[in-house]
């Protein structure tokens, strides 16, 4: 069979075991992966995860990588988007992205598939609104979407808001517009063109017809609540007075109710949404239940300092979600926890208490809403500070157990079981500097979709090389011996061998093995010797190389995408005294 990959070797010799060599340890000081895959466990969810860095610009990436961190699809932003904002893959293969205009939908070619510009509405008298960071997408194809109104300075006094003491912030304008936050249902004019056709609003819920100064009303929001961490001046955000900042929303298909993440509330709301009419008529319901910091509603004690934090939960969240049906954990809430109060992130799972009609539990008066703990809690207050994203950031619940996590300012995806051990991390790159050179980009969120997702289905998504570049290519010889590089997926005995090829100017001794990752797996066991050589079967060439052995349940995870009675490419990459380096060949896979 005729093999040629990076323009490397492209027939295998006979392999020759022999005792592993020692390899000093001085030459591996820079090996710790810094950027891109830097973790990969047969116990990681495979799929493929969407993410779109905050640098991302009219022509910038959106990228779709594979569990071993290669990139199998990307997107080029045709539009303008919001730095911190939503992505999403529907099923009918359009990439969904937010703009400070509303959203828009892009299709795999990255051609603009429609917009959704709430600033320019298509229907007469409806009113003008400006979208932010979220998009959800409901099971009828609408979509739910945050959006601010603006109200005049007399407006904000007269409802109950302190312009006076907005007046006094050394950092901030005096206050003449207030943008106050909505959540909007956008509907297809035409619903079998889509949203192709135009839009037209079909449901509201506005904030605006829920202000209260009464903290003992805890079905309404309390106007007159300031964050103590930072006072009314924390309602001056991204160059705007804003009340409400709802940075993420949830839908539950079955009891159709709405969850959000009241931002600067540093809680989660849920609210009504059983009725979706033609005309958006009226205010929706009062709050169902609220969680996070009941001090907003006058039932408990206030955050006073990071060691001292009264009775808040939530600070600055910034994703909540019911998890779905037949998941674990379904109809609990997760809810990444930003804690940029007090400086430690988490990630918590609630089960929000439901009397025999499965209605939320209402506490006595002064009470808070329960639960008093979560269920479930991911942190690393251990160590502080090693898990801290004070703003953006995601966590996704997977169908087998795990959660994939986004610590969005670091750009660092990890998904953790339920017992909080970490199967499977990367590290965005910087997409122009060799690993280690530069800072990450930050993340606002990360998605993780199953191989079957019908959104995949019309995509080409063969693995590309890494994101990050490697400056040095090594020849590689999988199946050393062999001039087939057949895989049976059905086998699960024995393991895959696969040579590093010394030469006259490559020292495999200088290869530090426990870099080395395979489809982004690390190998079990490695030794030195010359087992093979460039364009021959069964022999070497006088140069030690360096083969190392994966066991085959993981090979057989690492191929699991690739399709039966075809060519895959096997990738390979791993550091040594000239730095990091990659190599790949095909493999012919069997079943």
């Known amino acids: 069979m005729n093999r040629k990959i990076y323009g490397f070797r492209n027939v295998i010799c006979l392999l020759i075991l022999g ?94 598939a429609w917009v959704v510009d709430s600033t320019q509405p298509t229907i007469a008298g409806q009113e003008r609104w400006f979208g932010h960071h979220e998009v959800v997408e409901l099971p009828n194809g609408n979509m739910l979407v945050p959006g601010f109104i603006e109200k005049t300075r007399a407006e904000a006094e007269a409802a109950g808001f302190d312009v006076e003491s907005a007046d006094e912030c050394p950092t901030a304008p005096d206050l003449t517009v207030l943008r106050v936050d909505n959540i909007w249902e956008v509907a297809p004019i035409d619903p079998q063109v889509g949203f192709k056709s135009g839009w037209k609003v079909v449901w509201r819920w506005n ?29 001056y955000i991204q160059g705007a007075w804003t009340f409400g900042r709802f940075n993420a929303l949830g839908y539950h298909p079955r009891r159709k109710e709405i969850v959000m993440s009241a931002s600067l509330f540093n809680e989660i709301w849920i609210i009504d949404h059983k009725v979706t009419t033609e005309e958006a008529k009226g205010p929706a319901g009062d709050l169902l239940y609220r969680w996070g910091n009941p001090y907003a509603y006058g039932a408990g004690e206030p955050f006073v300092s990071p060691s001292e934090r009264g009775d808040q939960k939530l600070s600055f969240q910034h994703r ?201 797996f690390p190998a079990v066991k490695w030794v030195i010797n010359d087992v093979s050589s460039i364009d021959q079967c069964d022999c070497g060439d006088g140069y030690p190389d360096l083969v190392l052995k994966w066991d085959r349940p993981t090979i057989n995870v690492a191929l699991d995408n690739a399709t039966p009675g075809s060519e895959f490419l096997m990738q390979l990459t791993g550091y040594s005294s000239d730095g990091w380096f990659i190599g790949g060949e095909e493999v012919f896979v069997l079943k």
């Open 19 to 112: 005792a592993m060599l020692a390899v000093p340890n001085s030459v591996f000081s820079q090996s710790d992966r810094t950027v891109g895959l830097v973790k990969r466990d047969i116990r990681a969810y495979e799929g493929y995860t969407l993410y779109k860095p905050l640098a991302s610009v009219p022509g910038g990436p959106v990228y779709l990588i594979n569990n071993a961190g290669n990139p199998v699809h990307q997107w080029t932003i045709p539009l303008p988007t919001r730095p911190g904002g939503e992505v999403f893959l529907r099923k009918n293969g359009e990439l969904v992205l937010t703009t400070d205009q509303g959203f828009y939908a892009i299709n795999p070619d990255s051609s603009v």
């Open 207 to 235: 904030i605006w017809d829920h202000f209260t100064n009464d903290s003992n009303d805890r079905k309404k929001a309390f106007i007159g609540y300031d964050d103590p961490a930072s006072g009314i001046c924390g309602q």
């Open 320 to 520: 909540v979600q019911w998890i779905p049906k037949g998941y674990p954990g379904q109809n609990h809430i997760l809810i990444f926890n930003n804690g940029t109060d007090w400086g430690n992130s988490s990630v918590i799972e609630i089960k929000p208490p439901l009397d025999s009609n499965g209605k939320y539990i209402q506490p006595p008066p002064g009470q808070a809403f329960g639960p008093l703990t979560p269920v479930w809690q991911y942190d690393e207050y251990d160590t502080p500070g090693s898990f801290s994203a004070a703003l953006i950031s995601s966590a996704q619940r997977l169908p087998n157990g795990n959660t994939l996590i986004n610590n969005g300012p670091a750009g660092y995806f990890f998904e953790v079981t339920c017992n909080g051990e970490k199967v499977w991390e990367y590290i965005n790159p910087a997409a122009d500097a060799a690993q280690g050179d530069n800072a990450p980009f930050g993340v606002y969120r990360s998605w993780r979709y199953a191989p079957d997702y019908p959104g995949l289905v019309g995509a080409n998504i063969p693995p590309r090389e890494p994101l990050e570049l490697y400056p040095t290519m090594y020849t590689v010889d999988v199946k050393p011996g062999s001039c087939k590089n057949t895989i049976n997926r059905e086998s699960t005995t024995g393991k895959l061998a696969l040579a590093i090829l010394g030469s006259e100017d490559l020292d495999v001794t200088t290869i530090d093995p426990r870099s080395v990752l395979l489809e982004g």
